[in-house]
């Protein structure tokens, strides 16, 4: 088969990597792809959202299949677009259609569909300019702490978590009124905080039937201890001590199976990844939120653990045949950590040279995932705020975490940061 995978970060070196290993792939094309993709297939320099050059280029090079790595195309309704073209419709695309990428798309629509199937999820109420007035009474009378979402794609930096109420009328304020978040703020979903503990548990789905590929806890916050400013992740672990067979038997039975059945009554057409972002309160699952594509650096774990071919999981997916296979995993813990850019989350800079990462790509036990890099000449350069995700594998999460922090310490570039307590609670 030929293979086109849109994105550039981390999440799509981790993709790209699996493919590559696949028996079914012939050529792997990567668009736009990074410094790190560039070697396991081919980058191309088409856009994520280019749909008509997309379609020039899947036509020359005779693609089979299509591997939709971020959220915005998926949103944008890339699945309707390869599906109505008549030129285009053999392909096998892996995304959901736009109306059910709104899962992800809207956090109203993702509300509105759990309760409708009665998924265990956070009380919420949803505001927009319109109760504005009556948006500040609300949040006044919440029990704190509270959470507020602006309801569309802000690029992971849509949630808010306060503690105290003139901080939540302030962020409320920004969204609605001083458009935060542009357009994706115009509504905003005020919900309870849950206590408890964040996990994500992703899925392959053709709508109908499923199966789980993996789970993964990931760390947020940019500092040591999960203190400081929330980022799109520094790290994760796979598995997780506390996702034993109880626990998922009821995020499956609780969870996975009503939203699965929810997606085959509504007709919603999906045949890709699904990412429940979970909390575990009390050895309950609750859903914070859906995802209709990888996670980011959950991949980075997940696919290193994950021991089936991925390619001939999306085939099944597509012949309706993917409740046969049964799904494989190595042995063992993994750890991913990422390095990140000076500043990140905030201000950072770009095209810092990074020294020493070509030589130990991957060894036997560590693997290095670009996430925000490019080639300058015969350099690699950074080009993002997160820019290597380093992945091991170990006999427990803290030898899998040391033996990425070893490798780590192999690489530098200026302002090179990474947390060192990945994993902290299970070490």
């Not at 091991?392 to 690489?411: F, H, P, R």
Request: charged residues 20%.
């Amino acid at each position: 088969m030929n293979i086109l995978l849109l994105g550039s970060g981390g999440r799509e070196h981790a993709l790209a990597w699996k493919i590559k290993q696949s028996n079914f792939c012939q050529n792997l094309y990567i668009a736009p792809g990074n410094a790190g993709t560039d070697l396991v297939g081919k980058n191309i320099g088409i856009s994520v959202n280019d749909f008509e050059t997309q379609k020039a280029f899947c036509l020359t090079h005779q693609i089979n299949m299509i591997v939709v790595g971020p959220e915005e195309p998926l949103v944008k309704g890339i699945f309707d677009f390869y599906k109505n073209d008549e030129a285009l419709n053999n392909i096998i695309v892996i995304a959901p259609s736009a109306k059910a990428a709104q899962l992800e798309g809207s956090k109203s629509f993702s509300k509105h569909f759990m309760q409708r199937h009665q998924i265990p999820t956070a009380a919420y109420k949803e505001f927009t300019k319109e109760n504005f007035e009556e948006g500040k009474e609300y949040i006044q009378k919440h029990s704190l702490p509270i959470v507020l979402k602006a309801d569309g794609l802000a690029a992971g930096k849509g949630v808010i978590i306060c503690t105290n109420t003139n901080e939540a009328l302030k962020a409320f304020d920004e969204m609605i009124v001083h458009q935060q978040f542009g357009e994706a703020s115009a509504k905003v979903v005020i919900e309870q905080f849950l206590q408890g503990i964040e996990v994500s548990v992703f899925v392959l789905t053709n709508g109908k039937d499923y199966q789980i590929i993996g789970h993964a806890k990931d760390y947020k916050r940019i500092g040591e201890g999960e203190t400081g400013l929330n980022t799109g992740g520094m790290g994760c672990v796979t598995p997780v001590p506390f996702m034993d067979t109880l626990f998922m038997q009821k995020v499956e039975e609780k969870i996975i199976k009503p939203t699965i059945d929810g997606l085959y009554k509504e007709q919603l057409s999906y045949h890709g990844f699904l990412f429940f972002g979970l909390m575990n309160v009390q050895g309950e699952p609750y859903v914070i939120e859906y995802n209709c594509r990888m996670g980011d650096p959950e991949t980075e774990v997940v696919m290193p653990r994950l021991k089936n071919d991925l390619v001939e999981l999306f085939v099944a997916m597509e012949k309706n045949n993917l409740q046969n296979i049964a799904i494989k995993y190595n042995e063992g813990f993994f750890a991913t950590i990422m390095a990140v850019s000076g500043g990140y989350p905030g201000d950072y800079k770009k095209n810092i040279l990074i020294s020493q990462v070509a030589n130990v790509l991957i060894d036997k036990e560590s693997i290095i995932f670009h996430a925000g890099t490019k080639k300058d000449n015969d350099n690699i350069v950074t080009n993002g705020g997160r820019v290597l995700a380093v992945t091991s594998q170990g006999l427990s999460i803290a030898d899998a975490v040391n033996k990425s922090k070893q490798t780590l310490q192999t690489i530098s570039f200026e302002g090179m940061y990474y947390r060192k307590d990945i994993g902290f609670e299970f070490v």
